[in-house]
């Protein structure tokens, strides 16, 4: 059965990040930030940080041409016969031990290609579940020599694709099977001169890396959450340094992780440089434009130039009728709502309401994913036996389409009301509506803050949720948050209920016998 497709980056649950690879005797899994120990630890030559990060995912079928070119040794191709059933039982193997049984009890019909495939399989074994069954050092062993014994054999395609999935397996850069691959791909290397003996010594700078690296790096820090200041500084000066040769489409995906990671740069040229090339390239492609005001919008540098631009009739009309149209007026929406609440200065050119687009119109797709791992529910059923149902809403979408978890009215001297006799919406925009009776009801919202809603540390809120809570806010909402440590604290319902207890009532709330 298929798993259910989420957005980039909402796979299945990891290991804990502090995973690493074991010593003799012990238990080994993976984490998500295997790349970046090796990337920390390694020499980090520009040679060696390519041939880690600027390699393709193996393909499932043919892994490209071999050291014989197109042509493939007497026997067939590479998956003709009994070598296609083999790599068939690699990729269906149920564990690790199974697919290590495969290699070594078939060694005739063992080609090159077939070890990238074992180890694709094996990360894909190791990452399947919340947390994976440790691998015996041993199996790993064995696998590695397997490899060490054979990479010889291999062509300069196979050993950078090993290269790739050792290190995402968090292999060890100093161990036997990385070096023994990077001496395979050291060997096919072209013959060229020695450099001078500066550049042995001193370590690769950020502008001698490619953009693609680079953008490789972005992503990875980004769709694992991970909030490594050392990497993100070094994709900002990046980008300052090679302003001049990079597109609005390489630069949304470079500036994706600091808005995700709720991280600003020390690099003093980084906004600067962000608004140079925003008013070089905001015409060309609108989508792109967009996507790097979104990551500015959660980090509350928004640059009144550009935003003057997207809000203009004929940036509005360009988009309009193109694939990306929806997409951009919800982005838009969400630009017009931060330029509302947190722009008071600003007296540029603004979205027409008739552009306008709820924001958030359902709730988000890693929520989803993820909901079977959630607190709501039981959190649900603890305010249910505490309040009532009546006095309580769950998953209300408020106008400009931000998504509360729980929602309560109270009136002025701290009495939860039932809320379907209340309004439960704040007017918006606030400022539209200064002469109007101003509600005595207050609106409370308990925001549930999963252990996903925060970057890996654990510590800081992921820049999306960060900004849904500063709006909610400043719309006049009474937040209050639920933290994963305290809810996992809790140990059953009886135990919940009296932490919700004395969360409300140090907000001054009161309410009468519970229902339920």
Not at 85 to 103: H, I, K, T, V, Y
Not at 191 to 212: D, F, G, V, W, Y
Not at 259 to 284: D, H, K, S, T, W
């Amino acid at each position: 059965m298929r798993r259910p497709r989420g957005e980039p980056g909402s796979r299945a649950p990891r290991p804990t990040e502090g995973a690493t690879c074991a010593g003799p005797g012990e238990s080994w899994s993976p984490a998500p930030n295997s790349m970046l120990r090796v990337l920390l630890s390694a020499q980090a030559s520009s040679a060696r940080l390519s041939g880690l990060l600027l390699l393709p995912p193996v393909q499932p079928c043919c892994l490209g041409p071999s050291k014989w070119g197109d042509h493939w040794p007497p026997g067939g191709g590479p998956h003709a016969g009994p070598v296609q059933g083999l790599q068939r039982l690699l990729e269906q193997a149920r564990s690790p031990g199974e697919l290590l049984r495969w290699l070594g009890q078939n060694p005739t019909k063992v080609r090159a290609h077939h070890y990238p495939v074992a180890l694709r399989r094996l990360s894909q074994l190791l990452g399947s579940l919340p947390q994976p069954p440790p691998v015996e050092q041993a199996t790993l062993q064995d696998l590695s020599q397997l490899i060490i014994r054979n990479c010889p054999s291999f062509d300069i395609h196979t050993i950078h694709v090993c290269l790739h999935l050792a290190a995402l397996l968090g292999f060890p850069s100093d161990g036997p099977l990385m070096c023994a691959l990077e001496q395979e791909r050291r060997f096919r290397l072209p013959l060229k001169p020695p450099p001078p003996l500066p550049s042995i010594l001193r370590e690769a700078r950020p502008e001698e890396l490619t953009p693609h690296v680079m953008v490789l790096l972005a992503q990875h820090l980004a769709r694992h959450r991970l909030r490594e200041p050392q990497l993100l500084e070094a994709i900002a000066h990046f980008l300052v340094v090679q302003e001049a040769q990079l597109n609005s489409k390489v630069v949304q995906k470079l500036v994706l992780p600091f808005g995700r990671l709720n991280y600003v740069p020390l690099e003093q040229q980084f906004m600067p440089c962000l608004e140079r090339i925003l008013a070089r390239e905001a015409g060309v492609a609108p989508l792109a434009t967009v996507n790097i005001l979104m990551s500015l919008c959660q980090l509350q540098c928004l640059p009144f130039q550009a935003l003057h631009f997207v809000f203009s009739p004929g940036f509005i009309n360009h988009i309009s009728g193109t694939p990306h149209a929806l997409i951009v007026r919800r982005y838009l929406s969400l630009l017009d709502t931060a330029v509302e609440l947190e722009l008071p200065g600003y007296r540029g050119a603004r979205l027409p309401r008739r552009q306008q687009v709820p924001i958030f119109p359902q709730p988000l797709i890693t929520d989803r994913a993820r909901c079977k791992y959630s607190h709501k529910d039981i959190v649900a059923e603890g305010l249910r036996q505490l309040l009532g149902e009546e006095k309580y809403r769950q998953d209300l979408t408020v106008p400009p389409g931000y998504s509360t978890d729980f929602l309560l009215c109270v009136s002025s001297c701290g009495s939860v009301l039932p809320v379907r006799a209340q309004d439960p919406f704040l007017p918006y925009p606030p400022r539209s509506c200064p002469h109007a009776t101003r509600d005595p009801a207050q609106r409370v919202v308990l925001m549930l803050r999963e252990r996903w809603h925060f970057c890996r540390d654990g510590r800081v809120l992921l820049g999306s949720r960060a900004l849904r809570e500063r709006h909610l806010g400043l719309m006049g909402y009474q937040l209050l948050p639920l933290p994963f440590e305290e809810l996992e604290s809790q140990r059953g319902l009886p135990q919940l209920k009296s932490y919700l207890r004395q969360k409300l009532q140090a907000l001054g709330l009161r309410w009468g016998p519970e229902g339920g």
